[in-house]
T-cell receptor, first 111, second 113 residues
């Protein structure tokens, strides 16, 4: 079956511009997560959606970062006024219970 | 709170040799533990998981891991390395089914002919 998909796969943007990253989870997965992976580093949790509950935003690094999810479907991660330190791979994962299934990621480069 | 420590940012083995990637965790409650593999320019793929059933867990591609509560460890092993095993491996812990994963910093496995 279809896995988690993310778009775009690559995004190059100028410093100060806003970007929007999209995640399509596996159908039926109630939980959805966003992570950031900087070059050569591990995964940094950003935000977690579970069903209709209020999202866990505890990992968002600043108020320039926000995310939305429509029901149990698509999620978008928005970064406003991008900075060079935002350059990273942004990974989305969805989960039916404990294990998480990851998308291929969006590589964001801020110039 | 949970944490994961992966000893060794890089591990080098020869093809055919034993692979051992170390993971130690801390958790205030019985944990769920996972190993993920990440090939270059790809997302993470689940290798195996421990969710309080059998302590020896078998995963894909010939990998297995053993949960040792007394040592708070969940080391990943494979009897014989293949060139195709070269990738980055992440250990992760969560306290329950509905919770975020805490990842280790990853171990890059290098396999030489």
């Amino acid at each position: 079956g279809a896995g988690v998909s993310q778009s775009p796969s690559n995004k190059v943007t100028e410093k100060g511009k806003d970007v929007e990253l999209r995640c399509d989870p596996i159908s039926g997965h109630t939980a959805l997560y966003w992570y950031r992976q900087r070059l050569g580093q591990g995964l940094e949790f950003l935000i977690y959606f579970q069903g209709n509950s209020a999202p866990d935003k505890s990992g968002l690094p600043s108020d320039r970062f926000s995310a939305e999810r429509t029901g149990e479907s698509v999620s978008t991660l928005t970064i406003q006024r991008t900075q060079q330190e935002d350059s990273a791979v942004y990974l989305c994962a969805s989960s039916p219970l404990a294990e998480q299934y990851f998308g291929p990621g969006t590589r964001l480069t801020v110039t | 709170a949970q944490s994961v420590t992966q000893l060794g940012s890089h591990v080098s083995v020869s093809e055919g040799a034993l692979v051992l990637l170390r993971c130690n965790y801390s958790s205030s409650v019985p944990p769920y533990l996972f190993w993920y593999v990440q090939y270059p320019n790809q997302g993470l793929q689940l290798l195996l998981k421990y969710t309080s059933a059998a302590t020896l867990v078998k995963g894909i591609n010939g990998f297995e891991a053993e949960f040792k509560k007394s040592e708070t460890s969940f080391h990943l092993t494979k009897p014989s390395a293949h060139m195709s095993d070269a990738a980055e491996y992440f250990c992760a812990v969560t306290p329950s089914g509905y919770s975020t994963l805490t990842f280790g910093k990853g171990t890059m496995l290098l396999v030489s002919p």
